[in-house]
């Protein structure tokens, strides 16, 4: 069975930062395409970062240079490093992995606020 399970999450002030990450089991995350995705309140779930098959790794617009996605091999988990934080990142993220099919993690709250 694929578990995908999130944490790192929590309070931040704007400006802050904060580290997802994401353990896998019953997958081997290292070999396939992953991704960070989220969804703020109100609004669609949206890509923000993914490592494609190929290795090449994609962020989108709002998180290019704040944001870093990576994943260890070892441990089979991946992160997302995220930096200079905005009260617009607020959202329930979620990370993902590509086998067939696509696997989905529950989501981890992060709240940036002062």
């Known amino acids: 069975q694929v578990q995908l399970v999130e944490s790192g999450g929590g309070l931040v002030q704007p400006g802050g930062s904060l580290t997802l990450s994401c353990a896998a089991s019953?997958?081997?995350?290292?070999?396939?395409?992953v991704g960070w995705y989220r969804q703020s309140p109100g609004k669609q779930r949206e890509l923000v970062a993914r490592i494609d098959s190929d290795g090449v790794i994609v962020y989108v617009a709002h998180a290019q240079g704040r944001f870093m996605i990576s994943r260890d091999k070892d441990k089979n988990t991946m992160a997302l490093e995220m930096t200079n934080l905005q009260r617009e990142d607020t959202a329930v993220y979620f990370c993902?992995?590509?086998?067939?099919?696509?696997?989905w993690g529950k989501g981890i709250l992060v709240t940036v606020s002062s």
């Open positions: 019953g997958i081997t995350l290292s070999t396939i395409p």
């Open positions: 993902t992995a590509d086998s067939r099919v696509s696997y």
